[in-house]
């Protein structure tokens, strides 16, 4: 029985249904739509991320060259414009290719029969970007440090040199720094007291024979492993025999310290190649032999298939770890400061007073939070600029609230220039 308000008839049953059906269509259309739109873009970007990359490496060998050159005739290539518009193209670009190269890895992951080995990967690979990345000042201390040696300005390579080792004693780019420091001809006496002692670094090439040998039970990397072997005994006899014979100095353990950090970057990036390459194989996925080769190939001979949803290779990563991430810390600190540079000039004007100096820069230099190589940058200055000094402290110019830069690169704009104290 119908109760009065509740009147319903099998005709309005059949309206309501029809409505919610034709509702509940276009709304299916509008999702299907969209899905075909985001499959369609995705495959878009993964192409053009592969011409954003080589776009961006091409830049960054243009800001490379640019730098070198400014180091070796004194003069700047990039001014604060250049730089801006540089730095802000290259990382557009490799933000493209980053979305680009993440949505052909999902597709590809997404296809992957066996998804758990490939996830797996991605977060061993996840990982270790994350501790590279969380260094990347090291990196950017590395370039200027070199950069520096270029120029012949020692003393600040071998400022370079020092908070390499204070601040960042497991960098990869510490050893080559090293090389550097020492073919330029630099004491490395500033930085011996944060040389890890002889007993630690002993233990360190100890725990490398012992792991060098566990990893050559496995059959595959053979080459790779053996040579890891080869520098771990080398390391650990050269060791042994200068502690015996009570000849070990401190420099020495200096060159100990870098050649450990070449040995645990070789360690940790052996480690992911054969870790990686365990999840190749339980996709069904057999590789090369070159330990490093980026090729894979399906288990039929002769069969080749690129879309393995795994993360980059351990050379592909390597590389981009010694030569890219470099260029790209300097360029991104260039970026910055460049940025953040823009207030010095009118900000030094309101402590200009009569009878202080006006000063101008003789060529590109950054400007620190203290009168110290040590202190914080906080902005870089190019070649003319006009400066107001307002004291002079141990070789360095204060030109504003914590604002400092070295003497040597300012000379006097006026004869009224302000005298050291």
């Not at 595959?220 to 492993?225: L, P, W």
């Not at 300097?330 to 900000?347: E, K, M, V, W």
Request: some cysteine; aromatic content about 12%.
């Amino acid at each position: 029985m119908n109760r009065p308000g509740w009147i319903f008839t099998d005709e309005n049953h059949i309206e309501e249904d029809d409505a919610f059906d034709t509702g509940r269509g276009s709304f299916r259309k509008y999702i299907t739509a969209a899905g075909y739109f985001l499959k369609k873009a995705g495959k878009g970007m993964s192409v053009t991320g592969n011409f954003a990359l080589t776009g961006a490496l091409v830049l960054l060998g243009v800001w490379l060259w640019g730098r070198v050159m400014e180091a070796l005739n004194g003069n700047t290539v990039f001014d604060g414009f250049m730089t801006w518009w540089l730095g802000a193209l290259v990382f557009c670009l490799l933000a493209i290719w980053l979305v680009g190269a993440g949505i052909a890895s999902l597709e590809n992951l997404v296809k992957s029969e066996r998804r758990k080995p490939a996830i797996f990967a991605w977060v061993l690979f996840l990982a270790l970007a994350v501790l590279i990345l969380a260094d990347l000042e090291g990196f950017r201390i590395f370039s200027s440090s070199v950069l520096a040696v270029l120029s012949g300005s020692t003393g600040s390579a071998q400022q370079g040199s020092f908070l390499l080792f204070k601040f960042h004693p497991a960098n990869p780019m510490l050893a080559v720094n090293l090389v550097v420091s020492k073919l330029a001809g630099l004491s490395v006496e500033a930085v011996m007291p944060f040389a890890r002692n002889p007993n630690f670094i002993l233990a360190f090439f100890i725990w490398s024979l012992v792991y060098a040998i566990v990893l050559l039970v496995g059959k595959n990397r053979v080459g790779t492993k053996t040579l890891h072997l080869l520098f771990a005994a080398c390391g650990l006899g050269v060791l042994i025999l200068l502690k015996s014979t009570s000849s070990i100095t401190r420099e020495q353990m200096v060159f100990f310290h870098g050649f450990a950090v070449v040995m645990l970057f070789f360690q940790v990036f052996l480690t992911y190649s054969l870790l990686r390459g365990l999840a190749l194989q339980e996709n069904g996925m057999v590789k090369r032999p070159d330990p490093f080769s980026t090729t894979f190939y399906a288990a039929q001979p002769q069969k080749e298939n690129t879309g393995t949803g795994l993360p980059p290779s351990a050379l592909t990563l390597a590389l981009c770890v010694l030569f890219v991430l470099p260029v790209i810390s300097d360029l991104g600190h260039q970026f910055y400061t460049n940025r953040t540079s823009a207030g010095i000039l009118p900000d030094s004007a309101a402590f200009h007073k009569p009878g202080a100096g006006d000063m101008v820069v003789s060529g590109e230099v950054s400007i620190h939070s203290g009168p110290a190589y040590g202190d914080d940058i906080v902005g870089v200055l190019s070649k003319g600029a006009l400066v107001f000094a307002k004291d002079r402290k141990s070789g360095w110019v204060n030109i504003g609230k914590d604002r400092w830069i070295p003497e040597k690169y300012v000379v006097s704009a006026t004869a009224g220039a302000l005298k050291s104290k």
